[in-house]
């Protein structure tokens, strides 16, 4: 393989916490040596731009099998590409659920078409029915990188804690969707003034917590590692933090949606803003970007979630929920950046090197002989976000005719250029 020195980079390494000018030689399909150029290497000039370890995107939605029409592997790789994730950790809520070898097999040969990488996550019970727990270790053997049923919270404890401590026994990773399940049953909207004069059946936050202490109580039970992958709400952070200090196996993750948007994005009943759970309150908002800024929140995802216009273009209680977010996840990141909240490699920390370690993944580094898979981009380019130029075949995206800042200008994997921007 080629060598290559990026030259005159800015280098943002989430591992140092360091925003410095710099270069990196990559060799082979890895990180050679920082400031240090190789002989007879290819140089690649970065124009003073930022070059940072590719995003590693923890509960990716992708159609197949089942719902292909919504997005591909070939196109959701596309767009991760010109969004900067290398790394994608696909969801099991596929149709039909990855809950054996064979069905998780063949998903990891379809991955293969992508340009990024492409991991997959299989399901912690079979049809993710909170019944009778996957053949874990087999899955294990097959390539699966974490357990979860996603939005399906099952209310069979026996059948949950029968699979955690096998999870346990295997030192697999179990991965949460916090909520009282009977309480957010229909609801489409955080509960408060704004759903009420809306007419929209909404949930209260503290559903939430009741999920996540739940959650908590059979992590502290079985001794299971566990992922609590969307923590939204500041009535969660105290039980999180009790959890850690207490030393149990647990982190927890946000979407770059709830930490950059609120309920009253919604205004008129937009449904390409609903989302599960749903948007809450901007003290809220501001709660979860104080979490990720001090460590008690450990991941940023895109949880990007195709959906067809038929599936969005209903009654708001109606419509699907989610939006595609590969191609938005950075330049929304950035609003966090250019409004003071979190430095570079402070994000870069939670997009890329916190899920890999949480998930035993050798990426979202800057490290020599760490994967060259890497992601240069110009934190400050101004562009209007048109969601018909998205690369996914759903465009249903709440930043459509936003002004953005943050464009991708080059994506690496393994030292192999998969993304160019036209204009870069």
Not at 60 to 69: A, F, Q, W
Not at 100 to 128: C, D, Q, W, Y
Not at 151 to 172: C, E, N, P, Q, W
């Amino acid at each position: 393989m080629t060598t290559i020195h990026f030259a005159n980079a800015r280098l943002i390494d989430p591992e140092a916490g360091t925003d410095a000018p710099g270069s990196l030689t990559v060799k082979d399909g890895v990180i050679l040596a920082r400031d240090e150029k190789a002989p007879k290497a290819a140089v690649i000039d970065c124009g003073g731009k930022c070059l940072a370890p590719g995003i590693v995107d923890l509960g990716v939605k992708i159609g197949e099998p089942g719902e292909r029409h919504r997005e591909s592997f070939g196109s959701a790789g596309a767009a991760a590409a010109a969004g900067g994730v290398t790394t994608i950790i696909a969801r099991p809520d596929t149709h039909p659920a990855i809950d054996t070898p064979e069905t998780l097999e063949f998903v990891t040969r379809r991955a293969a078409e992508a340009p990024v990488r492409i991991r997959h996550m299989a399901a912690l019970t079979k049809g993710r029915e909170g019944r009778e727990m996957t053949e874990i270790g087999f899955l294990r053997d097959a390539g699966a990188v974490a357990f979860t049923d996603v939005f399906r919270v099952s209310t069979d404890l026996k059948a949950i804690a029968r699979a955690m401590t096998y999870a346990r026994s295997l030192g697999a990773l179990v991965v949460g969707h916090p909520q009282d399940p009977s309480l957010s049953a229909g609801a489409s909207a955080t509960s408060g003034k704004f759903a009420s004069l809306r007419g929209i059946p909404a949930v209260s936050p503290i559903a939430e917590r009741m999920g996540l202490e739940r959650d908590l109580a059979l992590v502290e039970m079985t001794g299971v590692r566990y992922h609590a992958d969307q923590i939204t709400t500041a009535h969660s952070l105290p039980a999180l933090v009790r959890a850690k200090a207490a030393g149990l196996d647990v982190t927890a993750g946000t979407s770059i949606h709830h930490l950059t948007l609120n309920e009253f994005d919604v205004g008129d009943y937009r449904t390409f803003f609903k989302f599960t759970p749903p948007l809450r309150s901007e003290q809220d908002r501001l709660a979860i970007v104080a979490a990720v800024a001090d460590g008690t929140i450990d991941v940023i995802s895109s949880l990007h979630t195709p959906a067809d216009e038929e599936s969005k273009r209903l009654p708001y209680e109606e419509a699907a929920a989610g939006a595609v977010a590969l191609e938005t996840f950075l330049p929304a990141a950035m609003r966090l950046f250019h409004a003071g909240h979190l430095d570079l490699p402070a994000l870069f920390r939670a997009m890329a090197l916190n899920p890999a370690r949480r998930l035993g993944l050798p990426q979202g580094r800057l490290a020599p002989g760490a994967p060259a898979d890497l992601v240069l981009f110009d934190p400050d380019a101004p562009f209007l976000m048109d969601r018909f130029r998205l690369r996914s075949k759903s465009k249903n995206t709440p930043f459509d005719g936003a002004r953005m800042e943050g464009k991708v200008l080059g994506t690496w994997v393994a030292g192999t250029q998969v993304f160019a921007a036209a204009d870069a």
